[in-house]
């Protein structure tokens, strides 16, 4: 990222008058912990902000600072004159890709994320897709400005890291990334407390849908390829909430021996949402993502698609 814009970034976001925070629909904990960490900042500033999200955050991650203020109701543009979306990867996943467009011209962008760029809609990127997590990103724009990082901020940037990273099993965590966790847990951060909430949490209906998920577990010899999926009905008669598959794919990549995994389920509606991972070098699911019109990560990827789960004698099938 380039110094001259990140200090650009500070000097825009003190003009501003009434600032919108957005992160991605079925936000997960670096999107909110980003969001939050920028919001401790802009109450320091004495700021006039709001917190958006399409979805409501998961009770999760009810530790994190300020996260009571996040609503799911869609804003009104014309109220604000800076919007900042943390983690978004894409206008799309911000919720508010009409309202933006009809707003385009009336307000100022400054995007924050580690995902590679899908379409360039922001006045300004904050971008580092070597970065594990878009909290590191946050940790850097702080850094080259001097704000102080104190204990708020450190467990919003610790969270956003350890749940972005498969608590740093990921390929993403890099010497830095371990760097900056260091740092956290000096500020104030609790890595126990965090894990808490946000890994070792599991109730027992999760558990069952995830033993649902382990049970249809296929390995396509040909490819050293793991799928899995769950039917609406599975999801239903199991009583999991959608947020409760999520992790089922990361944890099913550990298995061992195979490249990659995908992880499909019915959403509802005849959708279909997809998830990929792989911990190995070499192979890229966002590239196979992106084919099916999602994207992410080179190593955690997702998207899509219009469609029904069929169980066959070969496997999956969608129709």
């Not at 509606?269 to 991972?277: E, F, Q």
């Not at 196979?288 to 955690?300: D, E, P, S």
């Not at 899509?304 to 999956?316: A, H, S, Y």
Request: aromatic share 8%; charged share 20%.
């Amino acid at each position: 990222m380039n110094q001259k814009t990140i200090l650009q970034v500070n000097q825009i976001i003190k003009d501003a008058n009434h600032i919108l925070l957005v992160t991605h629909n079925r936000p997960d904990g670096d999107g909110l912990a980003s969001v939050c960490a920028m919001a401790d900042y802009l109450k320091e500033l004495n700021k006039k902000f709001t917190l958006s999200c399409t979805d409501e955050p998961p009770r999760q991650f009810d530790f994190l600072p300020h996260l009571e203020l996040f609503s799911s109701t869609v804003p009104n543009l014309d109220k604000y004159d800076l919007l900042i979306p943390l983690d978004c990867g894409s206008i799309n996943r911000t919720g508010l890709e009409k309202q933006i467009t009809q707003h385009r011209a009336k307000i100022k962008i400054i995007e924050f994320d580690h995902h590679p760029a899908i379409n360039h809609y922001a006045d300004l990127e904050l971008r580092n897709p070597g970065a594990a997590s878009t909290t590191e990103v946050v940790y850097d724009f702080f850094v080259a400005n001097q704000i102080n990082i104190n204990k708020n901020r450190a467990t919003c940037i610790l969270t956003g890291i350890s749940t972005d990273t498969g608590n740093f099993l990921y390929p993403s965590t890099s010497s830095k990334t371990i760097a900056i966790a260091s740092e956290m847990l000096q500020k104030g951060a609790r890595l126990p407390s965090i894990l808490d909430n946000t890994w070792r949490n599991k109730s027992l209906t999760t558990m069952k849908i995830w033993g649902k998920a382990i049970n249809n577990l296929r390995i396509n010899p040909k490819y050293n390829f793991a799928f899995t999926a769950l039917t609406i009905k599975d999801i239903e008669e199991s009583g999991a909430s959608e947020e409760e598959l999520e992790g089922i794919a990361g944890f099913l990549s550990n298995l061992e021996g195979v490249k990659g995994i995908l992880f499909l389920y019915e959403e509802g509606g005849g959708v279909i949402k997809g998830s990929l991972r792989s911990l190995q070098e070499g192979i890229n699911v966002a590239a196979l993502a992106q084919k099916l019109g999602g994207g992410g990560h080179i190593r955690a990827a997702g998207f899509k698609i219009q469609g029904k789960l069929v169980k066959t004698e070969k496997g999956w099938k969608i129709e």
